[in-house]
T-cell receptor, first 116, second 111 residues
Framework: GAVVSQHPSWVICKSGTSVKIECRSL??????MFWYRQFPKQSLMLMAT?????????EQGVEKDKFLINHASLTLSTLTVTSAHPEDSSFYIC????????????FGPGTRLTVL | AQSVTQLGSHVSVSEGALVLLRCNYS??????LFWYVQYPNQGLQLLLK??????LVKGINGFEAEFKKSETSFHLTKPSAHMSDAAEYFC?????????FGTGTRLQVFP
């Protein structure tokens, strides 16, 4: 149980286009989901907390107009990278809190974004 | 604010040797601590977690970690390394509902 999926697993796009990444909790509901960004050989940096039915909470330094987050249902959160540029190329990972509590998070497999 | 420090960005061991990955934490409240493993181009998988119960925590794949409050440490160990253990390992501490990650330790296992 407690599986989180992401789609797509990888995407290549041209500079200036927008890319949407989906994060789904497959067998549990998640009122909160987290979006992380990971540069090569670096740790995960929390970008924002996605809240079902309300606005996302962004970490300091993250451009909310560039990284649009929508949490439309209890099993789906989306991250849209708007007007992507090569510096946005990264590995994006989402997670959802364990339905059992205890602050554990279940992670999606990640999405590799390459902006040409 | 909570934080974790992982000493050693790279650790190399021979197959069959002891694995020791270090993690020290800073927390103003009793912490929840986690070790996650990440294989290339994949998400994170939970190895084990400390939630204020037993100080010695056993996880998957033969890993265990001991919570030492006096040393503010939560080091990860495995008695005998396997080639399949080669991966990136992250220590994390909870900060309310968020997780704060360390910088990670890449484990290499040589035959």
């Amino acid at each position: 149980g407690a599986v989180v999926s992401q789609h797509p697993s990888w995407v290549i796009c041209k500079s200036g286009t927008s890319v949407k990444i989906e994060c789904r909790s497959l067998d549990f509901q998640a009122t909160t989901m987290f979006w992380y960004r990971q540069f090569p050989k670096q740790s995960l940096m929390l970008m924002a907390t996605s809240n079902e039915g309300s606005k996302a909470t962004y970490e300091q330094g993250v451009e909310k107009d560039k990284f649009l987050i929508n949490h439309a249902s209890l099993t789906l959160s989306t991250l849209t990278v708007t007007s992507a540029h090569p510096e946005d190329s990264s590995f994006y990972i989402c997670s959802a809190p364990s339905p059992s509590g205890g602050y554990e998070q279940f992670f999606g497999p990640g999405t590799r974004l390459t902006v040409l | 604010a909570q934080s974790v420090t992982q000493l050693g960005s790279h650790v190399s061991v021979s197959e069959g040797a002891l694995v020791l990955l270090r993690c020290n934490y800073s927390s103003s409240v009793p912490p929840y601590l986690f070790w996650y493993v990440q294989y290339p181009n994949q998400g994170l998988q939970l190895l084990l977690k400390y939630t204020s119960a037993a100080t010695l925590v056993k996880g998957i794949n033969g890993f265990e970690a001991e919570f030492k409050k006096s040393e503010t440490s939560f080091h990860l160990t495995k008695p005998s390394a396997h080639m399949s253990d080669a991966a990136e390992y992250f220590c994390a501490v909870s900060d309310t509902d968020k997780l704060i990650f360390g910088t990670g330790t890449r484990l290499q296992v040589f035959p």
